[in-house]
């Protein structure tokens, strides 16, 4: 759709010359390159690992029991350490 002279914005005199009478011929000639990049397989990789952990059933998991290994020591031992590195 063409706008009317009318309905387009007033500019100054000074600008409005300077657009009519700029020379094109000044301007550098470039190339426009447009990339159409596919992603990675890598990145697809990892979307699908987010698409699995989304869709991942965990009804499914067995139920375990679990022993701890490292127990941390009451505050008597603690204690008892601490007389015996004094008394050392």
Known sequence: MASEK??????????E?????FDTSKLKHTETVEKH????PEVITQEKTIQNI???DKNKLKH??????N????KEVIQ?????SVTS
């Open 64 to 69: 375990t029991e679990t022993t701890e290994k």
């Open 17 to 21: 010359q300077g657009i009519t009478k």
């Open 6 to 15: 009318g309905d387009l914005p007033k500019v100054s005199d000074e600008i």
């Open 54 to 56: 989304e869709e991942f």
């Open 80 to 84: 008892e350490e601490k007389r015996a």
């Open 37 to 40: 990049s596919l992603p990675s």
């Open 71 to 74: 127990i941390l020591p009451s």
